[in-house]
């Protein structure tokens, strides 16, 4: 989205003040900066959006929608976990060898 894009009249974003004028500038300076801030650590933007709405309190999952493989993958690290297999193998892509596992387990489960 760049400030030139428009919108279909029938679409709630053209009336939307975080899309039109002022706001929209604003808005697209801080994606700016967010997505040299996750560029810098390795990320797309979108996995920065789905990690910051994960570690809100209470939150448990996030429900993404992708328009294209490409956002998905992006979305998903998809290439960050083929190379993970290709470092540790295809089933030891959540961990690396020698550490515990991170998250849910059926042993942590009282």
């Known amino acids: 989205m760049t400030r030139d894009t428009t919108f279909e009249e029938d679409d709630w974003r053209s009336r939307a003040s975080a899309y039109t004028g002022g706001k929209l500038e604003q808005n697209l300076a801080v994606v700016a900066e967010l997505a040299d801030f996750a560029q810098q650590r390795g990320l797309h933007v979108s996995q920065l959006a789905i990690a910051w709405a994960l570690a809100k309190p209470g939150v448990h999952v996030?429900?993404?929608?992708?328009?294209?493989?490409?956002?998905?993958?992006?979305?998903s690290g998809r290439r960050r976990r083929r190379a993970q297999r290709r470092r540790y193998?295809?089933?030891?892509?959540?961990?690396?060898?020698?550490?515990?596992?991170?998250?849910?387990s059926p042993e942590g489960v009282v």
């Open 62 to 75: 996030a429900i993404v929608g992708a328009r294209s493989r490409g956002q998905h993958r992006a979305k």
């Open 89 to 104: 193998g295809r089933n030891r892509t959540h961990r690396r060898p020698g550490r515990p596992g991170r998250g849910a």
